[in-house]
């Protein structure tokens, strides 16, 4: 069913950074006790409000990051 | 502002407003069945192509897709409703657990896909099967998403609900006016997913996302114009004060609450069928991955939709609906139309009830690919075609949208919120079963069944003697953690007794040396992906080249 070459899994160092770059979001978001307050506030919102927003933006980020580290990885084991 | 005055209930319809409306229906309408030449298939005949649009979506149309089928319009009725009545807690905690759950999609589903597209399934429930050799686990898993599934689709109808009651549409006494608008709309969504499958929803997303996107950008340049982020949350902070119960930003008795909300329900939205069939409809697990880090801008939209039941706070907004009762989903409408011109307020209605639309369609093709691969064809028809699939899972859409209607227009609205609510719970005790089945085979199918039944049992039983101030029973997703004073969301409780009695049963039915069936799937399915220099993956594979196993 597969149309090109013979599916390998990735190197370890691929996964492992890939993995890393995924938790990073992760943990940030499950410190609850260390986001949940009301100062300082930025541009009127709470600590607590913005931390979130900023994560929208940083969990984007660094969920892009882990993609690229991935393709990189497959790239250079793609069978030519 | 005229807005209280006019919001008094008894007035009349607001003929701008349902007229932007009515436009945006027709378009949406046309634009689903059109669909059916979109990315046209030689025959619509088969789940692949009607249930799965193909397997043909790319990037872009993955990520309206999935955008417009996890971000329903109920989301975008009850997330500020939650706001505005209790707070942090109960509303806000949709943007952490819409953040969590992609780095989370970016691990598991790939894998799906992978292994999914490898055996031409359709389902999750086809994947237990094949992976288990278990009908009976598989079944499990097709109800669990089924039921948890149909409540949710209802759910979209009260979205709609609450646009037609502000637009003056819901006073009439007579039920049969009254209800017309949501039967004519359920009416034409039922014909156009029969018949365009699941192009239609993915093509009508388009419009929903852009009109959703735009009324949000606009509401918060309102807001940060007009009333100033900081007296919103300050008038926010004192509402919730003096409210009992709610939240301005978590504290000490409410972190696990928060957490384990945003966490379980991050965890249970991809075992939801919908969102299953959103992600096998896509082109690779290349789509999937990219799809992971881009989707994150509607949870950005949907932090400032939270928002805006702190804006309605901070405005006073009438939450008194056509009947005369305060009802807190009304609060995003009403916001709308107290602070917007009447032809944009119509824009944003028409972005709520499209953004039902969309949902509506893809949970009603998921639940119906279920019922025709997991229940018809397992136990029933066992030699169906792919002709014959096609047609029972058409099917089975009517009857699963009739009976959403049913449910909405004959029962209390409070009945599809509970259900929905322990649909949450139910559907991730089915998490063992898929994503560990992903890496591992070592829990037993038997133990599963098992865990999944005493969680479904547990969980159910823990919900219902949930009381609040409204009602006496499924009153909160919340619940002590037993032996503690400490409340945590009631899925997450269900999942650790499933896990436990899982493990236990599974160390001793391999010491009793119990059959553990024929798995279908070899290691190499769960990564296999096109390389990226290639051609993508297309639903006609190329011939494969005689690879030695």
Known sequence: MQPTGRPRPLPAGAMIAA?????????????????????????????????????????????????????????????? | MSGLATLASGRGVNGVELGVVIFFFL??????????????????????????????FGTVVTWFLLGGDLYTAYTFVAVPAAMFATGAVSGFFAVPYTIVVYPLIFIFMPRLWSVSHRHGWVTPADFVRGRYDSRGLALAVAITGIVATMPYIALQLVGIQAVLDTMGLGGSGNWFVRDLPLIIAFAALAAYTYSSGLRAPALIAFVKDTLIYLVIIVAI?????????????????????????????????????????????????????????????????????????????????????????????????????????????????????????????????????????????????AAANLFTRNVYREFLVRDASPKHEATVAKITSLVVKF????????????????????????????????????????????????????????????????????????????????????KVYVA?????????????????????????????????????????????VDPQPAPTPAAPA
């Open chain 1, 19 to 80: 993995g890393v770059l995924l938790a990073v979001p992760l943990i940030a978001l499950a410190i609850v006790p260390v986001y949940a307050k009301d100062g300082p506030r930025l541009l009127g919102f709470p600590f607590f409000y913005w931390y979130q927003f900023m994560w929208v933006f940083l969990a984007s980020a660094f969920t892009w990051a882990a993609y690229l580290v991935l393709r990189h990885a497959r790239r250079d084991r793609t069978p030519r």
């Open chain 2, 27 to 56: 378009l949406v309408t046309l634009g689903g069945f059109v669909a059916v030449r979109w990315r046209r298939a030689e025959s619509m005949d088969s789940l692949d192509e009607w249930g799965l649009g193909g397997r043909g």
């Open chain 2, 221 to 365: 340049v309102y807001i940060g114009v007009k009333i100033g982020f900081g007296g919103m949350f300050d008038a926010a902070h004192a509402k919730t004060a003096k409210v009992k119960g709610a939240t301005f930003i978590p504290n000490s008795s409410t972190y696990w609450a928060y957490g384990t909300l945003a966490f379980g329900s991050a965890l249970a939205l991809f075992m939801y069928p919908h969102s299953v069939t959103g992600v096998l409809a896509g082109r690779s697990r290349t789509v999937i991955r990219r799809n992971a880090a881009i989707l994150p801008t509607y949870s950005l939209m949907l932090g400032m939709l939270a928002l805006l039941g702190f804006a309605a706070v901070y405005k006073k907004t009438s939450v008194i609906g056509q009947d005369g009762k305060p009802n807190a989903q009304l609060v995003v409408p009403h916001f709308f139309d107290q602070v917007f011109p009447s032809w944009f307020a119509g824009v944003a209605f028409a972005a709520i009830a499209i953004g039902a639309l969309v949902p509506a369609a893809i949970m009603s093709i």
């Open chain 2, 403 to 486: 009976g959403a209607l049913v449910f909405v227009l004959g029962m209390d609205r409070q009945n599809a919120i509970n259900l929905q609510l322990l649909g949450g719970v139910w559907i991730l005790q089915t998490i063992l079963s898929i994503v560990a089945g992903l890496y591992t085979r070592w829990l037993h199918r038997w133990a599963l069944l098992v865990g999944w039944a005493v969680a479904m049992v547990y969980g159910t039983v823990v919900a219902y003697h949930q009381a609040s101030p409204t009602t006496k029973h499924f009153g909160s997703s919340l619940a002590l953690f037993p032996g503690t004073h400490t």
């Open chain 2, 492 to 536: 997450v409780t269900a999942l650790l007794v499933n896990i436990v009695v899982t493990v236990v049963l599974t160390v001793a039915l391999r010491l009793l040396n119990a059959p553990a069936g024929t798995d279908a799937t070899q290691p190499e399915d769960y990564y296999s992906d096109t390389p990226s220099a290639a051609s993508p």
